[in-house]
């Protein structure tokens, strides 16, 4: 008895490099890389923060790559969740500004894989499209060079502040970042680091609290944190608990006498 043939799995979508000078030889390795990884981060609604790695059940791949082609058929392993990922950034791109500021959180996963195809678009001076296999006729979206500075105009503001928190990481070899984990906040928050020097400080006060000082970027309207440069940082300072307990005794907050352990008391507030 022959062995049954497996079933050639389908596709799920498709990209295509579209442009009037646009030719497979054109496109790198890099690119192609830029788009895939791209694509995968919207596809399986990652976030890079929280998920390193992409789950293997939601991984996407090529198919059927042909020599000399500038299109590329991809499979993914969780092809609804795929698409109603990729469906977002077809919302995203079509949205007036008053949309983009209602659903700014959840908008905000796609804009680094949107900076990455923008920035392919930009470089091959193309489009980047992704068309669904069973809708083939019209695609589902098209990224041009143009469409990340647009969309964060609309949903990023940029300002110097402040952020209390704690040192969880400091370093990097490549790029100097830090992590913090900041009360109030679900996720942590990870910064980059405006020079050497000071990310080795950072290193040196791990697990210590701090008040950083840098250029904070948010989203409009609900004012959420989407990235944070440290451009220097001091160490909070609670200042003499026994002056403190003497101020609120004296504004008639005796209440402080039946604490047994003040000066305690204050320090793990």
């Known amino acids: 008895m022959g062995k049954i043939a497996k079933k050639k799995p389908e596709a799920t979508f498709e990209i295509r490099f579209d442009g009037p000078d646009i030719e497979p030889g054109k496109i790198t390795p890099r690119a192609l890389y830029d788009v895939l990884a791209a694509l995968q981060d919207i596809a399986s609604g990652r976030d890079p923060w929280d998920t390193p790695q992409v ?55 796609i804009l680094s894989p949107l900076e990455s195809l923008s920035h392919v678009a930009k470089s091959l001076n193309c489009e980047v499209q992704v068309h669904l296999i069973r809708r083939q006729s019209e695609p589902l979206f098209v990224v041009q060079k143009d469409d990340y500075e647009r969309v964060s105009k609309q949903l990023l503001i940029s300002g110097e502040t402040t952020v209390l928190g704690k040192v969880m990481r400091a370093g990097g070899a490549t790029e100097m970042k830090c992590f913090l984990r900041v009360e109030g906040r679900r996720k942590g928050l990870h910064c980059k680091v405006r020079t050497r020097d000071l990310v080795r400080r950072l290193g040196e006060h791990l697990y210590e609290d701090i008040v950083a000082q840098g250029t904070a970027v948010w989203l409009h309207g609900s004012w959420r944190i989407y990235s944070f440069t440290i451009n220097e940082f001091t160490q909070p300072k609670l200042g003499d608990p026994m002056e403190m307990i003497r101020r609120l005794r004296t504004a008639g907050l005796d209440a402080w006498d039946d604490v047994d352990n003040p000066e305690a008391c204050i320090r793990e507030s």
């Open 55 to 109: 789950p293997p059940e939601k991984t996407i791949g090529l198919l059927d790559v042909k020599r000399g082609s500038a299109r590329y058929l991809c499979l993914s392993h969780a092809p609804r969740e795929a698409i109603r990922n990729l469906a977002k950034v077809a919302a995203l791109l079509s949205a007036t500004v008053a949309q983009i500021e209602s659903r700014s959180d959840e908008m905000i996963s």
